[in-house]
């Protein structure tokens, strides 16, 4: 065990020297006569990343994560090597362990809390709670400051335990803390759980009369910082709501019902556009399933939401709903992408606003050196 430590310590003392790819090769020698090797193949991860050896910065940190003696940061590390060379199915997989240990260990995640994490990119992996809820706020909140407005408005329509609007609370701070825009949060909820229906486009095969009602109000309020509870059928409170108070820029659906979500979809069409962004983030919980155990739940395009939307955009021409494209881009696909869409408002006065630079920014002809270059990594604004 001496030998191994002095291995360990010698090629720390290389990598201090600046003998950075001797080091590299010590540490990974040192390693493989240790009992717990993750921090010699961790030294090593770092100093392939510094020498630009991708692939071998990869296998380091894989080889620390695997390994015993491992700790949540080296996920983190292991993921970020992922992520540059563009595999984005075990990047997201690295992220969320990243994620999900750090949380378990007490310790904070994302990079603005003194965690490694950007934010935006622990949404765009998928490692942070309820992502479609925190896709869609930051989304909001991001053209909400392009348009110059500093507050915004988002609802969770179905609260039930309130697991869905904590998450969104806390998402509420993050983003207010990257965009500098205030986000209001309000809940929407009978408190009663699913209310009675005949109509098979409910899911009556799935939904029963009070499933999900509001266990403990009194808990989840003590809990809400900053969200707000309006109880009752809320086909009877939105419309009071949509005409208080600043721009409404995120709306999340777990209504369940096809009944419910159209009747709420129905009162946001009718009311002013003044009263909304002109691209509100929309998020169905209930679209489509979440995992593969959902299969019985018989999801489709004829009941539930899914039909609650096609309804909505056979009854309306000023306003539409439609499937957030930017997931496009992503060559990685997960269940939560297809929960994202946006409420197109044409008639909105701003619907036409730039919310881009000059278009001559863009095009300009670049060099071939400019054109290689990656964007660089600024933590606040979370590169992806």
């Not at 803390?177 to 209310?195: K, R």
Request: aromatic share 10%; charged share 25%; glycine share 8%.
């Amino acid at each position: 065990m001496a030998r191994d430590d002095a291995e360990f310590r010698a090629a720390r003392q290389m990598e201090l020297s600046g003998e950075f790819r001797r080091a590299y090769l010590a540490y990974l020698s040192a390693a493989s006569s240790l009992a717990k090797p993750a921090a010699a193949y961790f030294r090593a991860g770092l100093l392939a990343s510094r020498l630009e050896n991708t692939i071998g910065a990869v296998r380091a940190f894989e080889l620390a994560v695997s390994t015993p003696g491992a700790v949540p940061n080296y996920w983190y590390y292991y993921a970020r090597s992922l992520h540059r060379i563009e595999d984005p199915y075990r990047a997201r997989y690295a992220y969320q362990q990243y994620a999900q240990r750090r949380t378990k260990k007490g310790g904070p995640v994302f990079h603005h809390r003194g965690g490694l994490l950007p934010f935006r990119r622990g949404v765009r992996y998928g490692a942070v709670r309820r992502p479609e809820y925190a896709h869609s706020m930051l989304h909001a909140a991001d053209l909400a400051r392009v348009l110059g407005e500093d507050r915004i408005r988002v609802a969770e329509f179905g609260v039930a335990s309130g697991q869905g609007l904590l998450a969104a609370q806390d998402h509420a701070h993050v983003v207010e803390e990257l965009t500098g825009v205030v986000v209001e949060l309000w809940g929407f909820d009978t408190g009663e759980g699913i209310p009675e229906s005949d109509d098979h486009r409910d899911l009556r095969h799935y939904f029963g009369p009070g499933d999900y009602a509001m266990q403990d109000r009194a808990a989840l309020e003590a809990r809400l910082e900053r969200g707000q509870l309006v109880l009752g059928d809320a086909q009877e409170t939105v419309s009071a709501w949509i005409a208080e108070g600043p721009p409404i820029g995120a709306l999340l659906f777990d209504m369940d019902l096809y009944s419910s979500t159209l009747g709420v979809l129905n009162h946001l069409a009718a009311a002013e556009d003044r009263h909304f962004l002109p691209r509100v983030s929309l998020a169905f919980d209930d679209i489509g399933p979440k995992t593969p155990g959902f299969q019985i739940k018989d999801y489709s395009d004829v009941t539930g939401e899914a039909a609650a939307i096609r309804d909505f955009n056979q009854g309306y021409r000023e306003v539409q709903l439609a499937p957030d494209k930017w997931f496009t881009a992503l060559p990685d696909h997960a269940p939560w992408h297809d929960m994202c869409y946006l409420m197109h408002r044409f008639e909105h006065p701003s619907y036409r606003t730039r919310v881009r630079g000059s278009a001559s920014d863009h095009m300009r002809l670049r060099s071939d050196a400019e054109a290689d270059e990656d964007p660089a990594e600024d933590p606040e604004r979370g590169s992806l």
